[in-house]
């Protein structure tokens, strides 16, 4: 993360260090407030669309990757695999907007994990998302 990267975010956020293609798209930032995971990222030109607003694409992989963590630590860090998920755009993102979730696990059974988050920035409704994470009960690495 550069010098810039660090300073174009508000204090008490902390960066994931996230290999593969994420990283493309982030940094991805989190912190937790009184118990609860929040996640944010600030767009650039790499997120843009050839409308001059942030890409749906470039929401939905932040989502994704936000709702995906908090479903890791709701099972005591198995894997889990997304399986399905759904969105609503509400609203247009702007280059340089700080845009920010709070996922909410809705529910949880021994193989699946059913979970939602709006993506809001200053205060305004982005995206509603919603999805189910199937867990992975083997070990990273086996092929069966």
Known sequence: MTD???AAFPEGWEAFTDPGFIAHVGPVYHRTVEGTKAF???TDERHGNLVGIVHGGALLTF??????????DACDGARAV???MSSQFVGAAQIGDLIETVPEIVRKTASL????GTLTSGGRSLAAV???WKVLR???????
């Not at 083997?138 to 069966?144: I, L, N, T, V």
């Open 40 to 42: 944010a990222f600030r």
């Open 138 to 144: 083997d070990k990273p690495g086996d092929k069966s």
């Open 130 to 132: 919603t999805g189910i």
């Open 113 to 116: 994990v059913f979970v939602r």
């Open 63 to 72: 989502a994704d990757r936000a709702l995906s963590i908090v479903v890791r």
């Open 4 to 6: 810039e990267e660090r």
């Open 82 to 84: 997304t399986i399905e």
